[in-house]
């Protein structure tokens, strides 16, 4: 301490760089031998039996039987010994091996005469007698990717994604014709939109997290993904300097392209929610859920189009008043992910990379929500009028309600 | 609870790191767990090399692999006619004296390929021993407990207050390391069974501690017909073994202790008698003493294929209780005789099963292979 005062301070030498950089690594391998040599927790594992846990991450139909992919979520290798369907033991076959190693991976396969459009059980019972269940909500057989299905598929999101955005946006001559005076309103209705699915992206990301083995930490890892898009959105945007200014485009315009990405980020996890809800014939209802997702996007369209609405006194005099071409654009950001959503759900259905793509779908969309607050906040200020005000407050309300009751034409 | 015994090849966690530290640190390390010889290559119910219908008719139905009888101790097939006479001699009131000395311990066993169940068993099998005597011996049992939780011997017949094997009356529940000495005679005639009444009682008895209990008739105190047919009963006469007898104890798992059955059998071991099938003379009467011991469930059941039987309720008479039929019912601690013969039938595969479907699916299914 005394010599620390009086001298200046010098790099300690009696280390070389490498020996101090390695110490923590060598302290950690006595440790670890410590532990695999010795045994510091005998006390605690006396004569436990294992800690066994199997995860069914995918179980898919196929005309003679089922296939199911399983995980060793838990510390120890399991091995599976029997398979029982619908409370029946049934012959199967098991690759690479009856025993997963931690987080190992098999593939079941058994042939079994279902019954179509029925629930089916599915059980693993494991070596000690510990009993996994899975379950086949309603078997049809599982698409396998061909063409008439990727076309079929591509359709499914066609008309939950794109179609409804073009439809709503359909009423951006409508709205130019309502005047200056209601833009405030529909943009707050906008909001009322994106709260909606921040909230119905946040659940559904949550719910598909908890559908993970504990050691993905699901939850976790939605949350993460959400922080760093809505990180790198701001990185982008603070880069830009502000607003970017796109050439002559509508001021409006990086608003409504950030709406787009934000909402077709939500759209490609309803893609995939719908997908994997066809696959696996939870679906019934068919027809119906698409409409009901054509209904409940509509407002979609409304929503990215409003920051395009005339506005009394343009920052820039001379912009271009939005071209068809922008338009169709803008559909395509928002509406397509819906059909890789819908491929990706229908062919590959992954768990871990749908909570990750609902997670960056609701960092996305709060970015969002954070913009048109501000846009609206600045058009108030300029018009000298209240933020929260009745018309306003009012078209955020009917936002909501607008999604929450179409919401019911797609509850599955 | 019993502890499990670490299997061979499976890898546990300080392998693992032990492996690691070997191959060099802190390199990745797959973990090769070879792990215990899975079910190797799936033997159909129905694959044994009988001529037997092929897979496409029945079905892929059963479980895949085969149980290590060896390794258990005892092989269903012969615990059919495995009957323990106990060690006879003469008290000198002239009475038979059967001795018997059973050990209750702490076992793993394997009740379906590849499924282990941490059992309780008498004289380390499932079902324990089939104690067989005549009516009016003395039976004098050496009740040994090496397990470790308290057990008895309660039998199903005709004893005192002390002899029930109860908790609470005479020796009690006898601790871990003690003994005891159950003395009673054998009466009444019949098929009757034997189990742990220890408490908590429907783990003591779904664990695996309980056995088959047959009691003669002696043809001394019966007349007229009844004579032959105690003859006929009783294994100290040749007329006994003109038929076939065997000992089924219906009997079920709950592998993963949630309070249902995951395992159903007769024996013990799921399907045991669907691969191979139990052979029998199609010449020959065949006697089944069946006794029902399933915990959780409130009837099992017995059903003949393509055949009817006679059948004796307790086998406490000598006249059937039920004549010509193909189904029984039996509530848990229920038994009966059943007669049969496949006299003039074809040659081929007759099944039984429990009329309660899901338990045939979980194991409790068989065939009769009747030969020439």
């Known amino acids: 301490m005394t010599a620390a005062s009086t001298e200046p301070i010098r790099p300690a030498r009696r280390f070389p760089f490498w020996a101090s950089a390695l110490l923590p690594l060598l302290a950690l391998f006595a440790m670890l031998s410590v532990f695999a040599f010795g045994d510091p927790l005998a006390l605690f594992k006396a004569n436990l039996p294992p800690v066994e846990s199997l995860t069914f991450e995918r179980t898919r139909v196929v005309p003679d039987g089922f296939e199911v992919t399983l995980t060793n979520s838990g510390p120890d290798p399991v091995t599976v010994a029997q398979v029982l369907v619908d409370d029946a033991y049934w012959q199967f076959t098991i690759e690479p091996s009856a025993t997963l190693p931690r987080l190992g991976r098999a593939h079941i396969k058994i042939q079994y005469p279902w019954v179509a459009a029925e629930p089916h059980a599915i059980r693993v019972i494991t070596n000690t007698g510990v009993t996994f269940d899975g379950e086949v909500e309603l078997a049809v057989v599982t698409p396998v990717a061909g063409t008439e299905q990727f076309l079929a598929y591509g359709l499914l999101g066609l008309y939950v994604g794109i179609v409804p955005v073009g439809l709503g946006m359909l009423w951006f001559p409508a709205m130019r014709r309502l005047g200056e005076h209601w833009l405030q309103t529909i943009l707050a209705l906008t909001l009322g939109l994106l709260v909606f699915l921040l909230i119905d992206t946040l659940l559904e990301a949550f719910e598909v997290a908890g559908t993970l083995p504990d050691v993905f930490q699901g939850i976790s890892l939605v949350l993460f993904a959400a922080v760093l898009t809505w990180f790198a959105l701001l990185a982008v945007r603070s880069k830009g300097g502000g607003a970017p200014k796109l050439n002559g485009a509508h001021p409006g315009m990086p608003l409504a392209i950030l709406l787009a990405i934000g909402i077709g980020l939500h759209n490609l996890g309803e893609g995939l929610a719908i997908g994997a809800a066809f696959s696996l014939g939870e679906a019934a209802l068919g027809s119906f859920l698409v409409i009901g997702f054509t209904l409940h996007n509509v407002t979609e369209g409304v929503a990215i189009a409003a920051p395009l609405l005339p506005q009394a006194r343009p920052t820039e005099p001379a912009f271009r008043a939005p071209r068809l071409a922008n338009f169709l654009g803008l559909m395509l950001v928002a509406g397509a992910p819906a059909i890789l959503g819908a491929w990706i759900g229908g062919f590959a259905f992954s768990p871990i990379l749908t909570a990750v793509f609902l997670g960056v779908g609701v960092g996305a969309i709060w970015q969002v929500i954070v913009e048109v607050g501000a846009f609206l906040r600045r058009h108030a200020v300029r018009e000298g009028e209240a933020l929260v005000s009745w018309s306003n407050v009012g078209g955020f309300l009917v936002g909501l309600l607008i999604m929450y009751l179409t919401a019911f034409l797609v509850s599955f | ?372």
Request: hydrophobic share 40%.
């Open chain 2, 1 to 372: 609870m019993a502890s499990k015994p670490e299997r061979a090849g499976a890898v546990d966690r300080r392998g693992f790191i032990k492996a690691g530290i070997l191959a060099g640190g802190l390199t990745a390390v797959a973990a090769g767990a070879a792990g215990r010889k899975g079910p190797a290559e799936a033997s159909s119910l129905f694959d044994h090399g009988l001529g037997s219908p092929a897979h496409s008719d029945h079905g892929p139905a059963g479980t895949v692999g085969t149980v290590d009888n060896a390794a258990n101790g005892f092989d269903p097939h012969a615990l059919l006619h495995d009957w323990d006479f106990g060690r006879v001699s003469t008290l000198p009131s002239g009475q038979t004296l059967r001795e018997y000395e059973i050990t209750a311990s702490d076992k793993e066993i394997e009740v379906a390929p590849g499924v282990f169940f941490p059992a309780w068993v008498y004289n380390g099998r499932v079902p324990g021993p089939s104690l067989r005597a005549v009516e009016g011996d003395r039976i004098r049992i050496e009740f040994i407990n090496a397990g470790s939780h308290p057990h008895t011997m309660h039998f199903h017949g005709i004893h005192s207050a002390a002899m029930d094997g109860v908790p609470g009356v005479g020796a009690g529940m006898i601790e871990p390391g003690d003994r005891t000495v159950y003395e009673f005679d054998a009466r009444p005639m019949g098929c009757h069974l034997y189990h742990c009444h220890s408490v908590p009682l429907k783990r003591h008895i779904h664990k695996g501690l309980y056995g088959a209990f047959i009691i003669d008739p002696d043809p001394n105190r019966y007349a007229g017909e009844e004579v032959a047919i105690a003859r006929s009963r009783n294994h100290q006469f040749a007329e006994n073994r003109e038929v076939n007898e065997m000992v089924m104890v219906m009997n079920a798992f709950d592998t993963n202790f949630d309070g249902d059955n995951e395992i159903y059998a007769v024996n013990t071991v799921a399907f045991a008698y669907a691969n191979p099938p139990i052979q029998i003379r199609r010449d020959q009467r065949q006697r089944l003493y069946l006794i029902n011991i399933i915990e959780f469930d409130p009837i099992n059941s017995f059903h003949l294929h393509a055949n009817f039987f006679d059948y004796y309720d307790h086998g406490t008479t000598l006249k059937p209780t039920l004549k010509t039929v193909d189904t029984i019912m039996q509530a848990q601690a229920q038994r009966g005789i059943l007669e049969f013969s496949f006299a003039g039938f074809e040659p081929g595969l007759y099944m039984f099963h429990a009329h309660v479907a899901e338990f045939a699916e979980l194991g409790w299914m068989g065939f009769f292979d009747v030969v020439e």
